[in-house]
């Protein structure tokens, strides 16, 4: 692994203070998004993992600042935070680190600016959010406030050229980012049932016999309902994951080895959804951490093995 310093001299930042905020903002994400820090230190090009991490420490903050308190609280909130992000970026100054970090990030890689301002305008839906009447709900959520959440990292690593290859990395990311936030809805289905919401639309739960109520206050007679709802949706993910396989090649070499072990330990995760089944109202899932550290530790060897293959015939020609 690199050493932190030399990424921040390879991405070209060398003031002082600068360097303090993505120290900042690498602690914060070491320190919230282990499995998401390990990918980023071990499988991407030294160069980018500032960028990456200022916009995984980003996100990070601002979901953490709209998800807790009253609806009318968080959507304050969130107004004082985009005036604040704007301002930075505009700016290029701020009293938040975060902030400071992602402003010069998005100086570095333009294309983000876009996103974050997509990001913030989907966050109001999330303050909003309580649940899900129909599939297309769900579907806008996804479009407003998942997609371009993820782009925030995604938008680095995608191809610029040619165009078609662009757009077919950006339909790919939209169909990952669905498969991974139906995960996440049915993984966080304990947490958020207890919070008084759901994430799977009504309309899925009475195709099933099942209503809001039934989840928030289980009982004995709506488990195997709730089991068969968890394959049937698990089924749906696993298609989205498989249409998702071939996105490595759009994009390129030195960063495949990253977005193989991302889509890998989704994954894992969704194998451990199917495993806990009607019992996720009890126990949360994931991918479990010795799995997901096997599959970056292995992918970070191919990717040094490939390294030193082309090194070796670059020496050659």
Not at 301 to 316: D, Y
């Amino acid at each position: 692994m690199t050493r932190w310093s030399t990424a921040l001299t390879e991405a070209g930042i060398s003031n002082p203070s600068l360097r303090q905020d993505y120290e900042a903002q690498r602690r914060l994400v070491r320190r919230f998004k282990v499995q998401e820090f390990l990918a980023v230190r071990l499988l991407l090009p030294p160069r980018l993992q500032p960028s990456v991490i200022a916009a995984v420490a980003f996100m990070h903050e601002t979901d953490r600042r709209i998800d807790v308190g009253e609806m009318a609280t968080r959507r304050n909130t969130l107004h004082s935070w985009g005036q604040q992000v704007r301002e930075a970026m505009e700016h290029g100054t701020s009293e938040q680190p975060t902030l400071r970090a992602l402003a010069d990030t998005t100086q570095r890689h333009p294309q983000l600016s876009t996103y974050v301002q997509n990001f913030l305008d989907g966050a109001r839906l999330e303050a909003d959010w309580t649940g899900f009447e129909a599939e297309s709900d769900f579907q806008a959520y996804v479009d407003t406030y998942s997609y371009p959440a993820f782009m925030l990292t995604a938008s680095l690593v995608a191809p610029t050229a040619p165009a078609k290859r662009a757009e077919a990395f950006e339909r790919g990311c939209r169909t990952l980012i669905e498969a991974m936030q139906r995960t996440d809805f049915l993984a966080d289905l304990s947490e958020d049932a207890a919070q008084g919401r759901i994430g799977i639309p009504r309309t899925e739960l009475a195709h099933f016999g099942l209503e809001v109520d039934d989840l928030l206050h289980p009982s004995s007679t709506s488990a195997p309902a709730l089991e068969q709802l968890v394959q049937a949706q698990a089924r749906t993910i696993g298609a989205g994951l498989s249409a998702c396989r071939n996105l490595p090649d759009l994009v390129t070499v030195e960063h495949q080895p990253f977005l193989r072990a991302f889509i890998r330990v989704q994954e894992l995760q969704l194998e451990d959804v199917q495993r806990k089944g009607g019992k996720l109202l009890h126990e949360e899932a994931g991918a479990l951490k010795p799995a997901a550290l096997k599959v970056l530790l292995r992918h970070y060897l191919t990717a040094r093995k490939q390294q030193h293959r082309r090194r070796r015939q670059r020496r050659r020609q």
